[in-house]
């Protein structure tokens, strides 16, 4: 899986890193003692512990090739190089000397393995560095500075060297070579996803295409049928065909192509409906009231042909001829996916014997079998006039099958 390429990738780096921050700290310490023992003059704790420090520091390296397992060795090393670095800091100025450094390089070495262990190292650090100010007073200092007078400015030197070579040609190279490699996998990212987008807009242009094919051919084979009962049932299935189109046109507008604005393709869609069924000049009211809501495809679509039979059934059989009347739609949401779909007519309606059970009506089958798809419940409302219905649904998300 793509995710878990990413994690062993990841682990590799932090490996590789660790690992060659203890090669390297291990040897530098070790020269550092050297130095100081037979150059500085330096021969109480101070390379004592720097040698104590790189040998213990290579034995970690040499436990995890056994082990392999990285965490454990990065917070051995980490904790053995503040230990070290206290006692260093302590026995050679405390809280003026230049070693302190390689506490803060604790400190970063932490975050760049991880947030968690960075602030972990933080605190800690803090807390040493009070303990090393305190040292400051006389009445509270048990260490004294062991560096001779005349090489503490080469100690200091070297403190620093030591200090800015690790952060910039180890830390800071391998920061820099995680930026560059972040920077051009995010570049490549966005283009691999542009490239998709413009591929999933061409392949909803081509679906709304071949709907509106689909619709056409519908519409010359019923000019081609006389009998009445044919003519209407190729006219809803045109209809149905042209609410799917039209969710497939709309996503290809936008520049958003996981969802689309409900509201104006109800509207839309019914303003169609009422056009297509009972002509221009229709005495049928259409009133919607929709908030801002964002519907994907997977939804969007069962829901535009749940909303279209429920009207078509209105305008057929809920409103004769040129008579006057309301076509009410209201959607609302609830909590996390849950919507309510208030729909209905203040047409002559039926008797509530009648169900979708009982009936021939596909139409009324179809707004039963779109509400289970929609995961929903479906409730007539008696308390007005006409047909009404309250229908509770979820929004279906896809579910992708993981990549092998």
């Known amino acids: 899986m793509p995710d878990s390429h990413i994690e062993q990738e990841y682990l590799r780096e932090k490996t590789k890193l660790v690992l060659k921050v203890n090669y390297i700290t291990s040897a530098l310490a070790i020269v550092f003692g050297l130095i100081c023992l037979f150059l500085l003059n330096i021969t109480e704790i101070i390379p004592h512990v720097l040698f104590i420090y790189g040998l213990a520091n290579l034995a970690n390296t040499y436990i995890y090739q056994v082990t392999k397992k990285i965490s454990i060795t ?84 070297i403190s620093v060297s030591f200090s800015l070579f690790l952060l910039g040609s180890i830390f800071g190279k391998d920061l820099l070579k995680s930026h560059n490699a972040l920077y051009k996998s995010k570049k490549e990212l966005t283009r691999q996803m542009y490239e998709k987008e413009m591929l999933l807009k061409e392949v909803h242009h081509r679906v709304k295409n071949n709907l509106q094919t689909v619709s056409s051919l519908l519409s010359l084979q019923t000019r081609n049928v006389e009998e009445t009962q044919m003519r209407n049932l190729l006219k809803s299935t045109q209809n149905r065909v042209i609410s799917m189109a039209m969710v497939h046109e709309m996503l290809y507008m936008r520049k958003d192509i996981s969802q689309i604005e409900y509201k104006s393709y109800v509207q839309e869609l019914s303003e169609y409906l009422i ?17 801002e809501i964002k519907l994907g495809i997977d939804t969007a679509i069962p829901l535009g042909l749940l909303i279209n039979e429920a009207v078509t059934n209105a ?90």
């Open 315 to 404: 305008l057929k059989y809920g409103f004769a001829d040129d008579q006057e009347g309301e076509i009410y739609i209201a959607l609302k949401k609830e909590i996390d996916r849950h919507y309510v779909l208030n729909i209905g007519d203040n047409g002559v309606g039926f008797p509530d014997t009648i169900n979708y059970k009982n009936s021939k009506s596909l139409g009324l089958k179809l707004i039963h079998n779109l509400t289970r798809q929609l995961k929903g419940s479906i409730q007539k409302d008696t308390s007005k006039k006409g047909t009404n219905y309250i229908i509770k649904f979820q929004e279906i998300k896809q579910q992708l099958s993981p990549v092998a």
């Open 74 to 157: 990065y917070y051995l090393s980490s904790l053995m190089a503040l230990v070290a670095a206290l006692i260093v800091t302590l026995y050679s100025g405390g809280i003026n000397s230049s070693f302190i450094f390689m506490l803060a390089l604790v400190v970063f070495a932490g975050y760049v393995n991880t947030r968690k262990h960075g602030r972990f190292f933080l605190y800690l650090t803090f807390a040493i560095i009070l303990f090393i100010f305190s040292q400051s007073f006389p009445q509270l200092s048990f260490t004294e500075n062991l560096v001779p007078i005349e090489f503490r400015s080469i100690f200091s030197l």
């Open 275 to 291: 056009r297509s069924i009972k002509g221009l000049d229709s005495k049928v009211q259409l009133k919607i009231d929709i908030p």
